[in-house]
């Protein structure tokens, strides 16, 4: 067999699990991550005599070690659920080339972090960055008051956000940038699919985003907490559905088809959050979205200016499970968009 990316970030991780010494361990881990993200397949590259090093995080030791791996592979390679259904992105860019459509379709993000909450990036700078992909429109989504950790904001600053986002938009629009902020929120959601912000507060917003951030670890179906989380009416997208993470949370459990079709019926968006480590939606479970007729919200869920652009991996999960291009919210005018979320 020919070792993927994807094979070669599965290899990894469990020499990673299987090594003893601490610095291999980490250069292990860190290399397994990064073929998550290596912009060309590593067979291609060693099949026209390339230096594997040209890849991000890969020294002598990890190319001789992968090297083996090419001479010698294994009968097959299987992750772990922890690990499965994980977009690389060598694949997302095969994807895009087969499906350029989504990636000429895409207006807008519409999930990213600024330091209001736990973003690295004031609000101007991730504005920046977000105009130099072209976009018509990036939504604000901060986190809420719910979720202190993450430095989520009460009411008083989210309102001191609004103004700032106003006079940025003031100063773009001045400055002929067409990139415009959406007023926006990521809504921290009760295991009860419960907000917790005061209802006049989020009358002020675009677009609210709802997610849980608690009790991500209980093993035990969570059907009823997602139908009232999509049935929520402040909620217009459910964001990060499973909640799942890479190599380190597996995510929740439902009854997807039910989830999905009260979704559809109810109007509310599902994310697809790019985020490299989420993937959440992933494309399996897209599939089953699509078939309910679900609206599809991408987001990067960016943190730092150059995490905008894990776009690619939504797009292209988007086109693999055959979303329909209608059905993506990214996909519509700013004023479609307005109007979509006024409805829901
Ligand atoms: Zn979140």
Redesign the pocket.
């Known amino acids: 067999m020919t070792l993927s990316n994807g094979n070669l970030a599965e290899l990894l991780a469990g020499a990673a699990d299987d090594e003893e010494a601490p610095h291999r361990q980490r250069a292990l881990r860190r290399a397994s991550r990064a073929a998550l993200q290596w912009p060309e397949e590593a067979a291609s590259l060693a099949a026209q005599g390339r230096s594997l090093t040209e890849l991000q995080a890969v020294g002598p030791w990890i190319e001789r070690t992968v090297a083996g791996w090419f001479e010698d592979p294994p009968d097959d390679v299987d992750p772990p659920p922890l690990r499965r259904g994980f977009l690389t992105l060598a694949e997302v860019r095969a994807a895009l080339a087969e499906h350029p459509e989504y990636r000429d379709a895409v207006r807008g993000d519409l999930?990213m972090h600024t330091t209001y909450s736990d973003g690295r990036a004031p609000l101007r700078v991730m504005a920046e960055s977000a105009a130099a992909y072209g976009y018509e429109f990036v939504a604000v989504t901060d986190?809420s008051k719910g979720?202190p950790i993450?430095n989520g904001m009460d009411e008083a600053r989210l309102a001191q956000q609004i103004v700032d986002i106003d006079a940025a938009n003031g100063e773009m629009e001045a400055g002929g940038e067409q990139l415009h902020l959406l007023r926006s929120l990521?809504m921290?959601l009760s295991p009860e699919g419960e907000g917790d912000m005061e209802p006049e507060a989020l009358a002020w917003l675009d677009l609210v985003?709802g997610?849980?951030?608690s009790k991500l670890r209980v093993t035990e179906d969570q059907t009823e907490r997602y139908l009232a989380a999509v049935r929520n009416p402040q909620v217009s997208v459910l964001?990060?559905p499973r909640?799942r993470m890479w190599n380190r949370r597996l995510g929740l459990q439902a009854d997807w088809p039910r989830v999905f079709e009260a979704a559809a019926e109810a109007g509310t968006a599902l994310e697809i959050?790019a985020h490299l480590s989420r993937q959440d939606l992933n494309v399996e479970l897209l599939e089953v979205a699509r078939e309910a007729g679900c609206w599809i919200s991408i987001g990067t869920?960016a943190h730092h200016p150059d995490e905008l652009r894990w776009m690619e991996y939504g797009l292209a999960a988007a086109a693999l499970a055959g979303i329909p291009r209608d059905r993506i919210l990214n996909f519509l005018s700013r004023e479609e968009l307005l109007e979509w979320a006024r409805r829901t």
Do not use: P, V, W
């Open positions: 999930q986190h979720l993450a990521e921290n985003l997610a849980f951030h964001a990060h909640c959050d869920d």
